[in-house]
């Protein structure tokens, strides 16, 4: 358990029996500790990592420390970040007294709230409930590590790798992609777990793009927030809504007024760097509005707001995107509507 609150479990009629043990520990799903059990994908995971004897390995949500034990095998050193203290102390003891005992450190608390140290590589079995911040947080990691590989619910792995025109391609896995190189490696049932999760899993190996894309991470979620909320809509229908039109005029209007030149907008260092403007995506399980919770359009006879519409038209017309739909668009082709609706002094945030 990397991440979450701790809760008191209260004791259920007939006592204990529904308890998972390890090492005289008892696991709670509830908490999201689900452990490795069996050695045959542990060692899957190690050989598929490409971990080096110079490494210093991230892991996440250690447990018992099954997977510790082979991170220490194969790297330099590991360091295990891990929120209950029960977990903590097991791992203090198993390790005690061998040699891997100088080569572990443990942290304890919540993965996404503490400051990560330097590593190399994250290899890691983590809680599903902080998939996405997780992902997000080691993206914004610097120094840049050189890959992740980690275990995710099936279903949000899939949304991760999920390429255009795949039912599952989504904003969570555009955010991601612009980031980072992201490959399935392979599929985990769930009874390889002690106790077993509801859902199966898969393993996915996460690389840093070096050197990052230059654009402001805060206007490509913009755009691609508005994008997906209808991705089987065409994007001429999506940017004809007059709640998006509203909030492109109003950063219009704004920025005209503040006199911000296109490139100062855009090239802002600190507002290019925030990659954690990308992570908000609610788990991204069920993140798309529902095709039929329809807004109100503006229709082309209206006048009023009509100018800036037809700039924003304009706009889709000039790279050929109006009869185009967000769920078949690619990163460049994201990365030139932008770059379009910039020029046009169309902003995102």
């Not at 004791?11 to 696991?27: D, K, L, N, T, V």
């Not at 490409?50 to 095998?73: A, M, Q, S």
């Not at 039912?167 to 985990?188: D, P, W």
């Not at 940017?239 to 219009?252: H, T």
């Amino acid at each position: 358990m990397a991440g979450g609150k701790i809760k008191k479990e209260k004791p259920r009629r007939g006592g204990a029996a529904s308890a998972h043990y390890q090492g005289g520990i008892p696991f709670h799903k509830s908490k999201g500790q689900h452990i490795l059990k069996n050695p045959l994908l542990i060692d899957t995971i190690i050989e598929k990592s490409g971990i080096k004897t110079t490494d210093v390995i991230l892991e996440i949500g250690p447990g018992t420390g099954n997977l510790t034990k082979k991170l220490l095998e194969a790297g330099k050193s590991v360091v295990a970040v891990e929120l209950d203290p029960r977990m903590v102390l097991e791992l203090q003891r198993r390790f005690q007294g061998t040699p891997f005992s100088n080569r572990l450190k443990v942290i304890q608390g919540d993965v996404l709230k503490c400051d990560l140290p330097y590593f190399d590589i994250c290899v890691a079995n983590i809680p599903y409930q902080i998939s996405s911040p997780l992902t997000f947080k080691l993206l914004s990691h610097r120094p840049m590590f050189r890959c992740a590989v980690i275990m995710f619910q099936r279903e949000f792995a899939m949304r991760l790798v999920a390429q255009p025109g795949d039912t599952l391609y989504c904003r969570l896995g555009v955010n991601t992609q612009l980031l980072a190189r992201v490959s399935h490696l392979l599929k985990v049932g769930k009874n390889n777990f002690r106790p077993p999760p509801k859902v199966d899993s898969s393993v996915v190996r996460i690389e840093p793009r070096k050197p990052q894309p230059l654009v402001n991470f805060k206007e490509w979620d913009g755009l691609v927030r508005i994008c997906f909320n209808r991705k089987n809509k065409t994007l001429g229908s999506i940017f004809r809504q007059k709640s998006v039109l509203s909030i492109l005029e109003k950063n219009y209007k704004t920025l005209q007024a503040l006199q911000l030149s296109q490139n100062g907008s855009i090239e802002d260092k600190e507002t290019a760097l925030d990659v954690s403007a990308l992570g908000d995506t609610g788990e991204d399980l069920n993140m798309e509005i529902d095709d039929d919770d329809e807004e109100m359009e503006v229709e082309d006879g209206e006048t009023k707001g009509s100018e800036f519409k037809d700039r924003v038209l304009g706009v889709l017309k000039q790279g050929s995107f109006e009869e185009k739909r967000s769920s078949k668009l690619t990163q460049a082709d994201f990365m030139h509507l932008l770059s379009l609706f910039n020029k046009a002094g169309i902003h995102f945030s």
